[in-house]
C-alpha cells in the first residue's frame, strides 16, 4: 500500500513519520518546497511534490492522508475520492454537514474508504473505557465531562472549538451511543474579536446523560481530562498522567441514610493496557481498511455526526446567551423546531425545515429543500415534493398530494372527504386530490377533494375550487373560474381564455414562449 501525505505542517509531520515507519510511505506533497525540502533531508527515499494533482493521478498511490487546513478538506477530500483514491482526512470531516453527506455519498458509490482522524478511539485506554461501559461496569451513565486546556497552539483559522473539541465531541458520542438532543456552548474571544480561545459545551441526550466539555487554549498548563459517572463506578481517563495512572475507576457510591444522600468513598482501581502509540495505531488501522476493505472505526458517517455537533456548538456560540440549538434532523440534513412533532415511520428530505407546533404524521414523505411553516399537519400517508412551500395554518390530509415546488399559502385549505357529517365515518371514502408541478394556491383559498390542479396552474387568494384545473389557469372567485392564464414564472399571460380561441405569448422574465391550442397552454 501506498500513502501520499497530503500537508506535512504541525501535525502532517507526524502522520508522514508514522506512515513511513509502517513501510506505507509513498510521498509527501505540500505547497512550500522550503518544508519539502526540509523532509527530502530526513526522508531521502520518499518522493515529494507541490502538486495535489499529481498525487491522485498517480496510479501508484493508494491513498492518501489529509492533513491541511479545515477549510481544505471537503474540495481536496472530494476530488481524491473521485479519483478512486481511499482518504484518510484529519478532524474535522469538513465544515459543512452538507458537504460532509456529499463525501459520504461518493465514497459509498466509488467504494472508497473514507476515514476521519478521531485520534482517542485508536488509545488502547479509550478503547477499553468503551468496553466497560459497553459491559455495564460503570451502570447507567449519568454525566461526562472533558477538560481540554492548554497554553497554544494559537490559532487564526479556527477557533478553540473547531481546534479542541471535535476529539472530545466523538468520544462522548460513542461512549453515549446516541446523538444529543440539544446542545448550547458559551465562549470567550480574548485574543481576536471574532475567535473564541475558550469555550463550555453542553449537551443533552435522550436517554438523560448530560454532558459538557471545557476547552481552551488560555490555561496555565495542560489538562486532558474525561469523566465519565455512572450510578456503579466512575471512571477518570487523564491523558497527560504516566501511562500505568491513565485510566482508573472510583467504586464510589451514594447510600441514603434517614432520607439523606451520602457519599461513600472508595479507593480507586487502576485499569492496565499494554501501551501503543495512539497515532501509530491509527495509522495501521487506515492500512488494515485500505487491505481488507472493511469500514473505519472512525469512518465517515461518524465524522459527519461529531461535524453536526460540531456545527449546533458554533450556533450556539454565534447566537449567544447560552442558546439552545436543536440537534434532532440536523444529521440527516433537515432542521425541526424543537416545538414541531415527527412521528415514527416518516421520510424527510435533505434541507427541509419544519417550524414551530407543526405535526408530520406516520407514513408521510417530505422531500427536499421544503419549507413547512407554522402549524402546519401533514399525513399521515402524504407525500410532498422536493422545494414545496407550506404556509402557517394548513393542514394537508390523507388523500392529497403535492408534486415539487408547490405553494400553499396561508391557511389555505385542503379537504378530503366531499359530504362529511360528524356521525357518519367516511374514512374508505376519502377523494384524491393532485396538486401538480409548480402549482401555487393563495391564502385562504379552498381545493375541494376529488380533484387535479395542474402544472403552474394559480389558485388566486379565497378561491375556491371544485373542479379540475387545467395547467397554467389562473383561477378565482367562489366558485372559482378561469380568469386567464400565468407562466411559470407568475406573470399573467395575454392568451384568450379556453374556448375563446388559440394564441401565444412570452413570459417577460424567463423569454418562454406560451402557445394555447386546443383548450391547453404548451411552452415552446
Not at 390523507?398 to 400553499?408: A, I, K, M, Y
Request: aromatic letters at 6%.
Amino acid at each position: 500500500m501506498n500513502v501520499s501525505v497530503i500537508g506535512s505542517g504541525y501535525w502532517g509531520k507526524n502522520l508522514v513519520r508514522n506512515f513511513y515507519a509502517l513501510d506505507a510511505l509513498h510521498s509527501i506533497c505540500d505547497s512550500n518546497p522550503d518544508t519539502l525540502a526540509l523532509f527530502r533531508q530526513d526522508y531521502p527515499d520518499v518522493s515529494s511534490c507541490l502538486s495535489f494533482a499529481e498525487v491522485i493521478n498517480n496510479p501508484e498511490v493508494t491513498g492518501v492522508a489529509i492533513s491541511t487546513p479545515a477549510v481544505t478538506h471537503a474540495t481536496l477530500a472530494k476530488e481524491a475520492l473521485l479519483a478512486g483514491k481511499d482518504v484518510y482526512v484529519e478532524k474535522p470531516l469538513c465544515l459543512s454537514e452538507k458537504e460532509g453527506r456529499e463525501l459520504n455519498t461518493i465514497a459509498r458509490e466509488q467504494g472508497r474508504i473514507l476515514m476521519i482522524g478521531h485520534l482517542l478511539w485508536y488509545h488502547p485506554l479509550v478503547l477499553k473505557l468503551k468496553e466497560l461501559v459497553d459491559r455495564g461496569e460503570l451502570g447507567r451513565i449519568q454525566y461526562i465531562y472533558s477538560n481540554r486546556l492548554n497554553l497554544g497552539k494559537l490559532r487564526r483559522e479556527e477557533n478553540v472549538l473547531w481546534s479542541f473539541a471535535p476529539h472530545d465531541i466523538s468520544v462522548i458520542l460513542g461512549l453515549t451511543g446516541e446523538m444529543p438532543t440539544a446542545v448550547c456552548a458559551q465562549g470567550g474571544n480574548f485574543l481576536h474579536r471574532q475567535i473564541a480561545d475558550t469555550t463550555v459545551t453542553l449537551l443533552d441526550f435522550p436517554s438523560g446523560t448530560r454532558a459538557h466539555i471545557f476547552v481552551s487554549w488560555l490555561h496555565p498548563f495542560k489538562e486532558q481530562m474525561l469523566v465519565v459517572v455512572g450510578d456503579k463506578q466512575m471512571a477518570v481517563f487523564n491523558d497527560t498522567a504516566p501511562w500505568e495512572e491513565k485510566l482508573q475507576l472510583y467504586p464510589h457510591s451514594v447510600k441514603w441514610e434517614d432520607n439523606i444522600p451520602v457519599a461513600d468513598r472508595a479507593e480507586a482501581v487502576q485499569v492496565h493496557v499494554e501501551q501503543e502509540e495512539p497515532l501509530r495505531a491509527e495509522c495501521a488501522h487506515f492500512l488494515d481498511c485500505i487491505a481488507a476493505r472493511k469500514q473505519p472505526r472512525t469512518d465517515g458517517e461518524e465524522g459527519l455526526r461529531v461535524l453536526t455537533v460540531l456545527n449546533c456548538c458554533q450556533e450556539s456560540l454565534e447566537k449567544g446567551n447560552a442558546s439552545l440549538i436543536q440537534v434532532a434532523g440536523r444529521e440527516a440534513g433537515f432542521d425541526i423546531h424543537e416545538t414541531a412533532q415527527v412521528d415514527e415511520n416518516v421520510q424527510i428530505g435533505e434541507g427541509t425545515k419544519v417550524w414551530h407546533f407543526s405535526h408530520i404524521l406516520s407514513g408521510s414523505i417530505i422531500g427536499e429543500s421544503c419549507s413547512i411553516g407554522q402549524n402546519v399537519v401533514i399525513g399521515p400517508d402524504v407525500r410532498i415534493g422536493s422545494g414545496c412551500k407550506i404556509q402557517n395554518n394548513v393542514s394537508v390530509y390523507n388523500g392529497v398530494e403535492l408534486e415539487d415546488d408547490v405553494f400553499c399559502g396561508p391557511s389555505m385549505v385542503f379537504t378530503n372527504v366531499f359530504n362529511p357529517r360528524s356521525a357518519v365515518s367516511r374514512k374508505k371514502e376519502f377523494r384524491k386530490t393532485l396538486v401538480r408541478k409548480g402549482a401555487t394556491i393563495g391564502a385562504n383559498a379552498t381545493i375541494v377533494c376529488g380533484v387535479e390542479i395542474g402544472e403552474s396552474a394559480f389558485i388566486g387568494a379565497g378561491a375556491v375550487v371544485t373542479h379540475d384545473v387545467p395547467a397554467f389557469a389562473l383561477m378565482t372567485g367562489n366558485p372559482a373560474r378561469q380568469t386567464g392564464w400565468m407562466s411559470r414564472h407568475g406573470e399573467k399571460l395575454g392568451l384568450p381564455l379556453q374556448g375563446e380561441g388559440e394564441g401565444e405569448d412570452v413570459c417577460p422574465h424567463t423569454g418562454e414562449k406560451y402557445v394555447l391550442k386546443d383548450g391547453r397552454v404548451c411552452i415552446h
